[in-house]
């Protein structure tokens, strides 16, 4: 039963009143009257009737409403304190970010946690992947943002989420108006590569025998430049979705996505095994992990 049903069942029998209820709650009466009929169903038996001072509870009834009451308030103090944690969470993290993941996923997630936080300071640095891995691991930063993550000695590793690869072309590309493509229909491609699809497990997936078709004929360890060479209609590239949404939307770039959503990009938060983990940096972790459009 959802808590809204819980809530609404013991404002009525609070009111006494159909009404009255409706009037707390700002919904419509009829609203109300549903919600016990639904909840009778659901309970197979009767919970409350109509009499001539107000509406009464069957012992069946007051059975429900007794705990229906207990389980409102328990959700109520829970809300509180989960408030009361996020405000009384504070101090700075200091955050290194790799560009793409740094200048895309961040922001939206940052913006975020300092609406959940506002006590928490994010300092962040911009830098290379393993820019980023040296900073993590020279204990110069508390924690790191990358993608394709580096297993070393002494690194913790928290993926976060699968960003999903496109083949990302020129909007005036014969594949552009593809619904989807596949990579055996990718050879013969002039391809531009980002450094780190090396690492990717989309190069893993090629066939042997087709990979050689995605030796690159320009590479660059900067997304924004991969970019800059593919609007310019001189070859494809396979890159994370979130990295191209504004080009596309500018009909700058065109994005396919491959057949069945197989390619995926991973993004991971990554900190020495050794570092104590402050209840900010718990947070801001835990918020990480988090459904993308999801809050507290």
């Known amino acids: 039963m959802q808590m809204e049903t819980l809530r609404m069942f013991c404002d009525l029998v609070e009111t006494k009143s159909f009404s009255r209820a409706a009037e707390r709650l700002g919904v419509t009466p ?8 639904t909840l009778e169903r659901a309970e197979g038996s009767l919970v409350a009737v109509r009499a001539a ?24 103090e829970l809300d509180r304190q989960l408030h009361v944690a996020k405000v009384t969470v504070g101090g700075v993290i200091e ?25 928490v300071q994010v300092r962040v640095h911009y830098g290379l992947i393993d820019q980023v891995h040296d900073e993590v691991t020279e204990n110069a930063v508390d924690l790191g943002l990358v993608c394709y993550p580096r297993r070393l000695h002494g690194l913790a590793i928290e993926p976060f ?3 999903r690869l496109m083949l990302v072309c020129h909007p005036r590309h014969p594949l552009a108006a593809r619904p989807a493509v596949t990579v ?16 990717s497990p989309f190069l ?29 209609g001189d070859g494809i ?28 990009e991973p993004l991971a938060v990554i900190y020495r095994q050794s570092r104590t983990l402050s209840p900010a940096m718990k947070s801001f972790i835990q918020a990480l992990k988090q459904p993308v459009g999801a809050t507290n």
């Open 161 to 163: 989420r699968h960003e």
């Open 30 to 37: 009829s609203a109300v009257s549903q919600m016990l009929a």
């Open 95 to 119: 955050l290194a970010a790799c560009y793409s993941v740094g200048l895309h996923q961040l922001p939206p997630l940052l913006k975020q946690f300092q609406q959940d936080f506002p006590a």
């Open 53 to 76: 001072h107000g509406l009464q509870l069957t012992p069946a009834g007051e059975i429900y409403y007794h705990y229906c009451r207990e389980i409102v308030q328990l959700a109520d």
């Open 204 to 232: 893993r997936r090629v066939p042997h025998n087709l990979r050689h078709h995605f030796e690159p004929a320009r590479e660059f360890n900067e997304v924004e430049m991969v970019k800059c060479v593919v609007e310019q």
């Open 237 to 264: 590239a396979i890159l994370p979705e979130t990295l191209v949404r504004s080009e596309v939307a500018h009909q700058r770039l065109a994005a396919v996505p491959f057949e069945n959503g197989q390619h995926t």
């Open 184 to 199: 055996p229909e990718l050879t013969g491609q002039k391809f531009v590569a980002w450094t780190e699809i090396h690492r």
